[in-house]
């Protein structure tokens, strides 16, 4: 028998919120697309079916409420494999192979559930059809930690001197509501945020009547757009002045919504605590999905 007691977590909201992430109204509110997600996965993994629905070696997770619970309890426990086989009665395997399935389908789910951010903008007529009622926009950098490469040039690549550690990056831009609108593609930690910002393009694709609040990472986008605020830079051996600092800190103030989302975000030990998995770019895939779960929380609360 596993150890997770499935119906007790499902009944206490605490203890469903600790171990997924979800309390049990935003639980039910996801089942059903995650459910549809999951039909329409396994059509298209196995178009011609030899055996009939239900044939076979029964699965350990049986029911479509113990599929998404484990999923949830990954992204927000993030244990070994190991430990997910003794939790869950699985072989070693057997959790890589659950988690790599039902990771997709978690994501399509969050999809056909309007939660998953754009990866790029278009345009600005995207942006208003997308995200009417947008008051304001945060953009800023969030970073993960990872294994120190060993490859040299990777090393390099990957070494944040802002962390001051070896991370990977993400560009987001958030909404006064504390809504993820926009996340970039995982970049190396070495990349600056005012770099990546100008590949990614945020800026460009948001109206001039959407004020855009950045902090000093960013310098220098205020000569190319008339809608940016950014805070007053202490100039070299001179001083601020009192009214330069009110200004400042009213704009940490609002721009603290930004730095609130990405903290619902890292309740996810998948996208917070040292990356682990060894695919390739998959980093990028947990952090676009714990992010649709964020806003889903958001939609869902």
Same mark, same amino acid.
């Given at each position: 028998?596993?150890?997770?007691?499935?119906?007790?977590?499902?009944?206490?909201?605490?203890?469903?919120?600790?171990?997924?992430?979800?309390?049990? /109204?935003?639980?039910?509110?996801?089942?059903?697309?995650?459910?549809?997600?999951?039909?329409?996965?396994?059509?298209?993994?196995?178009?011609?079916?030899?055996?009939?629905?239900?044939?076979?070696?029964?699965?350990?997770?049986?029911?479509? &409420?113990?599929?998404?619970?484990?999923?949830?309890?990954?992204?927000?426990?993030?244990?070994?494999?190991?430990?997910?086989?003794?939790?869950?009665?699985?072989?070693?395997?057997?959790?890589?192979?659950?988690?790599?399935?039902?990771?997709?389908? *978690?994501?399509?789910?969050?999809?056909?559930? *309007?939660?998953?951010?754009?990866?790029?903008?278009?345009?600005?007529?995207?942006?208003?059809?997308?995200?009417?009622?947008?008051? !304001?926009?945060?953009?800023?950098?969030?970073?993960?930690?990872? @294994?120190?490469?060993?490859?040299?040039? %990777? @090393?390099? *690549?990957?070494?944040?001197? %802002?962390?001051?550690?070896?991370?990977?990056?993400?560009?987001?831009?958030?909404?006064?509501?504390? !809504?993820?609108?926009?996340?970039?593609?995982? !970049?190396?930690?070495?990349?600056?945020? %005012?770099? =990546?910002?100008?590949?990614?393009?945020?800026?460009?694709?948001?109206?001039?009547?959407?004020?855009?609040?950045?902090?000093?990472?960013? @310098?220098?986008?205020?000569? &190319?757009?008339?809608?940016?605020?950014?805070?007053? %830079?202490?100039?070299?051996?001179?001083?601020?002045?009192?009214?330069?600092?009110?200004?400042?800190?009213?704009?940490?103030?609002?721009?603290?919504?930004?730095?609130?989302?990405?903290?619902?975000? /890292?309740?996810?030990?998948?996208?917070?605590?040292?990356?682990?998995?060894?695919?390739?770019?998959?980093?990028?895939?947990?952090? =676009?999905?714990?992010?649709? *779960?964020?806003?889903?929380?958001?939609?869902?609360?």
């Amino acid at each position: 028998m596993p150890m997770i007691n499935l119906e007790r977590a499902l009944n206490q909201d605490r203890l469903l919120r600790a171990l997924t992430g979800l309390n049990r /109204k935003a639980f039910d509110a996801l089942l059903p697309s995650f459910e549809q997600a999951y039909e329409a996965s396994r059509i298209a993994a196995k178009p011609q079916r030899q055996r009939a629905i239900g044939g076979g070696r029964k699965a350990r997770l049986q029911s479509i &409420e113990a599929k998404l619970f484990y999923i949830l309890f990954y992204f927000k426990c993030y244990p070994t494999f190991d430990l997910a086989g003794i939790l869950f009665d699985l072989d070693r395997s057997q959790t890589h192979e659950w988690m790599h399935g039902l990771q997709p389908v *978690l994501e399509a789910a969050l999809g056909h559930e *309007l939660a998953l951010p754009e990866r790029k903008l278009r345009s600005i007529e995207a942006f208003m059809e997308m995200f009417p009622g947008v008051e !304001r926009v945060m953009i800023d950098g969030t970073e993960r930690p990872i @294994q120190r490469p060993q490859d040299p040039d %990777k @090393q390099t *690549l990957n070494y944040s001197g %802002k962390k001051r550690r070896h991370t990977r990056k993400h560009l987001a831009a958030v909404d006064q509501r504390k !809504r993820v609108l926009v996340l970039s593609q995982a !970049r190396e930690g070495k990349v600056h945020d %005012k770099r =990546l910002e100008t590949e990614e393009e945020i800026a460009f694709n948001i109206p001039d009547a959407i004020p855009i609040e950045v902090d000093l990472g960013f @310098q220098g986008l205020q000569s &190319e757009y008339t809608n940016i605020r950014i805070p007053h %830079k202490k100039p070299r051996g001179g001083e601020l002045t009192e009214l330069q600092k009110q200004e400042n800190r009213a704009l940490s103030q609002s721009r603290v919504v930004c730095e609130n989302a990405f903290s619902g975000i /890292k309740r996810y030990g998948a996208v917070s605590a040292i990356y682990r998995n060894r695919i390739e770019d998959f980093d990028d895939r947990l952090m =676009l999905t714990a992010t649709g *779960l964020w806003n889903f929380y958001l939609m869902a609360a």
